[in-house]
Nanobody
Framework: QVQLVESGGGLVQPGGSLRLSCEVS????????IGWFRQALGKEREGLSCISSRDGRIYYKDSVKGRFTMSRDNAKNTVYLQMNSLKPEDTAVYYC???????????WGQGTQVTVTS
């Protein structure tokens, strides 16, 4: 069974930084597109960043480009999201998602809360 566990969220002041982790068990990261999403209260879930399963390139939503950096460590089976220059509007629950293109399946973690406030 594929399981994803996000961690690293917390309370941070505007302008601060956090690094989120997504540990994957039950599978390697092969054949998956890997993405970070977030959902703020009263808003739709939105994609932030994704590593393509085809070419390994990383894509970012415009609102976080230049502030957020996604990376992966295959040896640790872990995906990271480094978040800098955080703003109050970044407050949300952040989720890790794996999309398996071989079977068209997807897996989600439980999420980790990020709160940006003074």
């Amino acid at each position: 069974q594929v399981q994803l566990v996000e961690s690293g969220g917390g309370l941070v002041q505007p302008g601060g930084s956090l690094r989120l982790s997504c540990e994957v068990s039950g599978s390697t990261l092969d054949y998956y597109a890997i993405g970070w999403f977030r959902q703020a209260l009263g808003k739709e879930r939105e994609g932030l960043s994704c590593i393509s399963s085809r070419d390994g390139r990383i894509y970012y939503k415009d609102s976080v480009k230049g502030r957020f950096t996604m990376s992966r460590d295959n040896a640790k089976n872990t995906v990271y999201l480094q978040m800098n220059s955080l703003k109050p509007e970044d407050t949300a629950v952040y989720y890790c998602r794996l999309y398996g293109y071989l079977r068209g399946t997807e897996y989600w973690g439980q999420g980790t809360q990020v709160t940006v406030t003074s």
